[in-house]
Nanobody
Framework: HVQLVESGGSLVQAGGSLRLSCIAS????????FGWFRQAPGKEREFVSA????????YYDDSVKGRFTISSDNGKNTVYLQMNNLKSADTAVYYC????????????????????WGQGTQVPVSS
């Protein structure tokens, strides 16, 4: 099993920046990829970004490309999501997730592909 703890969420003004962290513990050697998802009130959980552990390939939703950056510190089993130029549309609870089983195809944009989830951290963006 892998346990995930997110942190870094807080109220921020539009145009501001935040950095979210996700610390993994447990069987971290099995992690194939980390993903960040978000869920706004009344909406479905949606993909934000992901990073593949084997080669650090990164993936972004078009809505955040150029504003958000995902990175990893493998020595600390931590993944970060740097969020710049935040907009009110970014308001959501942000969740970290990991895939802990190898598959021939990486469905990084699908929440169903991930095995473990954190509890989420709130990011309210005021306009």
């Amino acid at each position: 099993h892998v346990q995930l703890v997110e942190s870094g969420g807080s109220l921020v003004q539009a145009g501001g920046s935040l950095r979210l962290s996700c610390i993994a513990s447990g069987r971290t050697s099995s992690v194939v990829a980390f993903g960040w998802f978000r869920q706004a009130p009344g909406k479905e959980r949606e993909f934000v970004s992901a990073i593949k552990m084997s080669d650090d390939n990164t993936y972004y939703d078009d809505s955040v490309k150029g504003r958000f950056t995902i990175s990893s510190d493998n020595g600390k089993n931590t993944v970060y999501l740097q969020m710049n130029n935040l907009k009110s549309a970014d308001t959501a609870v942000y969740y970290c997730a990991v895939r802990a089983r190898h598959t021939p195809v990486l469905y990084v944009r699908s929440p169903m592909w991930y095995d473990y989830w954190g509890q989420g951290t709130q990011v309210p963006v005021s306009s």
